[in-house]
């Protein structure tokens, strides 16, 4: 059964830390790209990091240089590591995948998880 599973979400204070991972199903390792993506109440669902199976990696400007993307193999397990978090970073958190090339547009990702929830604090 294809799966992703979120989990690492929680409250934290702006200037915090967490580090979100998604559990990944056997029927899902490959897939072309990988992504992290957002929504935040009363918005629209978008891109926050990306990784191609060649390691390439893509990040949205707002949070370029505080966010980092990584996958382990080995744990079947992509992760986000999200630092100096402000309180704009608050939102559902997903995991997804997709066979296209790697993009920021949510639409081009067919598998998605059920979310793990970040709230930052100022």
């Known amino acids: 059964q294809a799966q992703l599973v979120e989990s690492g979400g929680g409250s934290v204070q702006a200037g915090g830390s967490l580090t979100l991972s998604c559990a990944v199903s056997k029927f899902l390792i490959g897939r072309r790209c990988m992504g992290w993506f957002r929504q935040a109440p009363g918005k629209e669902r978008e891109g926050v990091s990306v990784l191609d199976r060649d390691g390439s990696v893509g990040y949205d400007d707002s949070v370029k240089d505080r966010f980092t993307i990584s996958n382990d193999y080995a744990k079947a397990t992509l992760y986000l590591r999200m630092g100096s978090l402000k309180p704009e970073d608050t939102a559902m958190y997903y995991c997804?995948?997709?066979?296209?090339?790697?993009?920021?547009?949510?639409?081009?990702?067919?598998?998605w998880g059920q979310g793990t929830q970040v709230t930052v604090s100022s």
């Open positions: 997804a995948a997709t066979d296209l090339p790697c993009t920021m547009d949510p639409g081009a990702f067919d598998d």
